[in-house]
């Protein structure tokens, strides 16, 4: 029997799910290996839950395999048909109650606190009360959807029960993390909020303990490129280096893509670059039916991990215009920082929640809702932009995003695991 010395599990949606946090967790497991963690699982949900609930899904046959020691788990469902979504919770929760039986000092991270956080509090306090003393530390990640989906819906309908079930479940953990300052400064404002509304002290403990753990990235997926190969890749496509705008991300009204396809229309630059629009997302028919009869908007809808850095690399811009909606506020923006290690044209994007961020002060920046100042800002980037500037923003841009190297970010999310020095 292999002795486990030390297990990282994380409670997420892992793979496919085409989501930035997806690939956080893959980050953070393969960096584990490395750092001393001989056992890391990803606990996540069965494919088929995945696919009904219509999440934006990868291509399966060509999902990035993990390293030896990294395993994904995705409990069936307890119970039948008359527990509806309470199954898969428990078959998570159950799976993961296992583990934590086992004598094995234990890290639980979860990203997303609704339901991950859930997941790992009811599994601690089930081995407890069993009569166990686990060895774990558990880490709450709060990530853009739980502050800008769930947090700010139950304050909206005066859900105030669920608001501060969330806050006593994420602060009942022994670390909290906010992905970025934007999201930190949301929490607490929320926490505000519910404190005002129903006399908690959550803003407080918010203040006091919320850290900031920004998404890691595999840069090395991105950096020095073979040029024949993006060549490939883009020949593949029918494209050109140079010759398209590429928006790659979820197709969804709050990454700015109506705006984008309706900037489109207007650009000097049109004969000279298509329009790639790369992914899958809720308004993905929404823009087919806006783009139809333009046959320089191109859909694709497969890209892979292994091909989208090409893509990123060939492009003459990259253009994510976010805008703030009701049901989501960009709180980072991963795909923007892998834009900036893959090299290729400028990012043009917004000042939309956290992407300030990821970008600092090496992208183009236009206002959110404004079609005529995104196509003025990509006619710029693509007609009048000289290639020593290009050049130039690239370089900025590439050393501005290292700060996002996934072993970096990971010794500062787990300090303890860093090796020491001798």
């Known amino acids: 029997m292999t002795y486990i010395n030390r297990r990282l599990v994380i409670v997420v949606r892992a793979d496919p799910v085409i989501c930035g946090h997806s690939g956080e967790a893959r980050n953070l497991a393969e960096v584990a290996l490395q750092r001393g963690f001989d056992d890391v699982r990803l606990l996540t949900w069965p494919i088929g839950a995945l696919q009904a609930a219509g999440l934006p899904l990868k291509p399966l046959d060509r999902l990035l395999p993990y390293s030896p020691g990294i395993t994904v788990e ?6 039948d048909y008359r527990v ?3 199954r898969h919770l ?3 929760t159950g799976r993961l109650t296992e583990l934590l039986l086992e004598p094995v000092p234990t890290t639980c991270l979860s990203m997303y606190l609704v339901p991950h956080a859930t997941v790992v509090a009811d599994a601690v306090a089930a081995v407890r009360a069993a009569g166990f003393n686990p060895d774990v530390r558990t880490v709450a990640k709060a ?7 769930v947090i700010r819906s139950c304050l909206r309908d005066g859900r105030m029960g669920a608001a501060i079930a969330l806050f006593t479940t994420f602060l009942g953990n022994d670390e909290l993390v906010a992905v970025s300052e934007y999201t930190r400064d949301e929490i607490i404002a929320a926490a505000e909020q519910v404190d005002a509304r129903c006399g908690t002290r959550f803003a407080e403990q918010c203040r ?5 753990g920004y998404p890691p990235i595999d840069a090395s997926a991105y950096l020095d490129l073979d040029p024949a190969a993006v060549d490939r890749a883009l020949a593949r496509r029918g494209l050109e280096r140079d010759g398209y705008i590429l928006f790659l991300s979820r197709v969804a009204r709050a990454k700015g893509i109506h705006d984008l396809v309706e900037a489109y229309r207007r650009m000097r630059c049109r004969p000279a670059v298509k329009l790639v629009v790369a992914g899958t997302g809720p308004a993905l028919d929404e823009i087919r039916a806006l783009a139809a009869g333009d046959e320089r908007i191109v859909f694709l809808t497969d890209v892979d991990d292994a091909e989208k850095p090409l893509l990123m690399r060939g492009c003459a811009a990259y253009a994510l215009p976010t805008r703030p909606e009701p049901d989501f506020v960009e709180t ?11 090299g290729g044209g400028p990012v043009v994007t917004t000042l939309t929640g956290g992407t300030g961020e990821a970008v600092g002060d090496t992208a183009v920046i236009v206002e959110p809702f404004d079609a005529d100042g995104l196509a003025a800002a990509l ?3 693509v007609l009048e932009m000289s290639p020593a500037e290009r050049a130039e923003r690239e370089t900025r841009a590439r050393a ?10 990971f010794d500062r999310l787990f300090p303890d695991a860093v090796p020491s020095v001798r």
């Open 208 to 212: 006091l303990r919320v850290t900031i």
């Open 332 to 342: 980072f923006g991963i795909a923007l920082t892998e834009k900036m290690l893959a």
């Open 90 to 92: 428990a078959g998570l």
């Open 84 to 86: 509806p979504d309470g």
């Open 379 to 381: 006619d710029r980037v």
């Open 400 to 409: 501005y995003a290292m700060a996002f190297e996934r072993t970096a970010v």
């Open 74 to 79: 995705r409990p069936e469902p307890v119970g």
């Open 143 to 149: 990530v853009g959807s739980d502050v800008t989906n």
